[in-house]
């Protein structure tokens, strides 16, 4: 048997050693993609420290110390900001159409604290009058369920209410979204309440 490359396959890099310059540049170059809580920086610096101790001699518990001492300082200088993160990922999963349950299971599993996740939501609540309503119908919307859905509505009824229950809504919001006439009395009646 040969040992041919498959095409296009190519092989994986061996991970640089990791210093204290070398996490803070990678967690400049994250922040720069990707918004993010403290907590969920920590653990992408973790993992980064975990590929690179199978390759070179490194030290967990200083390279603990230096991301921590890293997350401290981009808070101090407002790079990392759990209050502004968890407001600005509850407007998005908002206008996606997510519920409050899936918002905070979400927050939760990036690591922001229970306080600052209440008050994301608290602010949701005060700019908007129903927003688990509004959300539910941007959801149905999006996925063209319930009155959106061009044909058959009938016998994609249980299947609709189930898309909608698992998106964590409760029934009777699932109800009312799947069982209304029209887009346009369903928007009326569910935003009036």
């Given amino acids: 048997?040969?040992?041919?490359?498959?095409?296009?396959?190519?092989?994986?890099?061996?991970?640089?050693?990791?210093?204290?310059?070398?996490?803070r540049n990678a967690a400049l170059y994250y922040l720069q993609r990707y918004a993010s809580s403290s907590e969920n920086l920590r653990e992408v610096l973790t993992r980064r420290?975990?590929?690179?101790?199978?390759?070179?001699?490194?030290?967990?518990?200083?390279?603990?110390?230096?991301?921590?001492?890293?997350?401290?300082?981009f808070q101090k200088t407002g790079l990392l900001d759990d209050r502004t993160y968890a407001e600005g990922r509850v407007q998005s999963m908002f206008r996606q159409g997510r519920s409050r349950r899936l918002m905070m299971l979400d927050l939760r599993k990036k690591g922001?604290?229970?306080?600052?996740?209440?008050?994301?939501?608290?602010?949701?609540?005060?700019e908007n009058h129903a927003p688990d309503r509004t959300a539910a119908i941007r959801y149905v919307r999006r996925r063209r369920l319930g009155p959106y859905r061009l044909q058959s509505r009938e016998d994609y009824r249980e299947?609709?209410?189930?898309?909608?229950?698992?998106?964590?809504?409760?029934?009777?919001?699932?109800?009312?979204?799947?069982?209304?006439?029209?887009?346009?009395?369903?928007?009326?009646?569910?935003?009036?309440d």
Avoid: C, N
């Fill in 1 to 23: 048997m040969t040992d041919q490359k498959t095409p296009g396959r190519q092989k994986r890099r061996q991970p640089r050693k990791v210093t204290p310059t070398s996490l």
């Fill in 49 to 73: 420290v975990r590929r690179a101790e199978r390759h070179h001699d490194t030290d967990r518990e200083d390279a603990a110390d230096w991301i921590d001492l890293i997350v401290q300082d």
């Fill in 112 to 126: 922001v604290a229970p306080d600052v996740i209440d008050s994301a939501l608290a602010a949701l609540a005060a």
């Fill in 159 to 192: 299947r609709d209410m189930a898309a909608v229950a698992r998106a964590g809504f409760d029934y009777e919001t699932a109800r009312r979204v799947i069982d209304a006439e029209t887009p346009e009395s369903l928007e009326e009646d569910f935003l009036q």
